[in-house]
């Protein structure tokens, strides 16, 4: 169901170890589990039934990294459990800069969190204590803010009679709900993804 090197791409292996994998298969407690089938649930019925989000590679690439990080909460595992002192040491600016161009840059592409830490060269936990101690933000939701802005400027630029929609540019930039993708939209730019796209 799930690819296990797909682990891989959320976390980082611990110390001594080669790769992230499961070390059991048994839940850490029933709530972990639960958690896990709620995932599983939401995935099919928001994404996997729906022919135009299964089309989306961004959205199928970040779909995927959520399972693989509910999975890697709800069982053992070989991830780095936190940030250890090499970590801390290279959470440095010049690691979220080189994070920063390289998602400005990619961000039409389906990427996960080890991708952008390779080209920060760093870790995924320095990453991540890089953009919360910098910038007050997760790689993740910074590339998220990112395509928002590009969506918002696609629907800014839709021409009247271009066949141009809100759900197809929404999609495109990684956005299967519209419901959320319409919430997120309003409170960015004080007004629905609709009005803007009649605006043109």
Known sequence: ML????????????????????????????????????????????????????????????????????????????????????????????????ALTYIEAHADQDLSPAEIATAANVSIRSLQLAFRRHLDTTPMSYLRAVRMLRAHRDLAAARAGDGASVGEISMRWGFSHQGRFSDAYRREYDETPGTTLRRQ
């Open 3 to 98: 690819d296990p090197a797909v682990l891989g791409h959320v976390a980082s292996p611990a110390r001594g170890e080669r790769e992230v994998r499961l070390s059991s298969h048994r839940p850490v407690d029933a709530a972990a589990a639960a958690r896990v089938r709620a995932a599983i649930e939401h995935l099919d019925r928001a994404v996997l039934s729906d022919p135009a989000a299964v089309a989306s590679p961004l959205v199928v690439g970040s779909a995927v990294r959520y399972l693989a990080a509910q999975i890697l909460e709800a069982f053992p595992n070989t991830s780095v459990a936190g940030p250890t002192a090499s970590d801390s040491r290279d959470a440095h600016p010049a690691a979220v800069a080189r």
